[in-house]
């Protein structure tokens, strides 16, 4: 695993597979995000269930930066009339670019830890694609 501020020159962007953990004995939720990093900035959409009693999906967009392998975006969930915090994401992102772990802070109220996996095989096809339109 790589630690923070040694240089991943991997492009994040892609399908990731998480999973965030509140600090109680709630149950994890897992999401999808959808990542696209241009440069050093970062943006994208998450999907994640409403809750356990339900079929709903949340929607969520995400705003946020990498410098090296440290991964931070802020996450927004798209709930009209709603007073929803955003909450901060802050990770470290794997060798081969294929995992971010960290934390998720809503200041001044929770935080607890998540995991965002993407498959190694889906990163070495987009490197092929980026290789062959140079």
């Given at each position: ?13 892609g399908?990731w ?21 241009t440069?050093?900035?970062l ?6 269930p409403a ?19 440290a ?9 009209s009339?709603?007073?929803v915090?955003?909450?901060?994401y ?9 995992e971010?772990?960290g ?7 929770w935080s ?5 996996i ?6 070495a096809a987009?490197?092929?694609?980026v290789?062959?339109?140079?």
């Open positions: 695993m790589a630690r923070q501020g040694e240089e991943t020159s991997q492009n994040l962007t399908v597979n998480g999973r965030y953990f509140y600090p109680s004995e709630l149950a994890p939720i897992s999401f999808v995000a959808t990542l696209i990093e440069a050093t900035r943006t994208g959409t998450t999907h994640e809750g356990p009693a339900t079929d709903a999906v949340r929607y969520a967009s995400l705003q946020g930066q990498r410098d090296g392998n991964v931070s975006f802020i996450k927004t969930y798209d709930i009339g709603s007073n915090d955003p909450i901060d802050s990770g470290i992102l794997n060798g081969d670019a294929t971010i772990a934390t998720w802070r809503i200041l001044g109220s607890g830890k998540f995991l965002m993407r498959s190694p095989g889906k990163v987009v490197a092929r694609k290789a062959e339109r140079v």
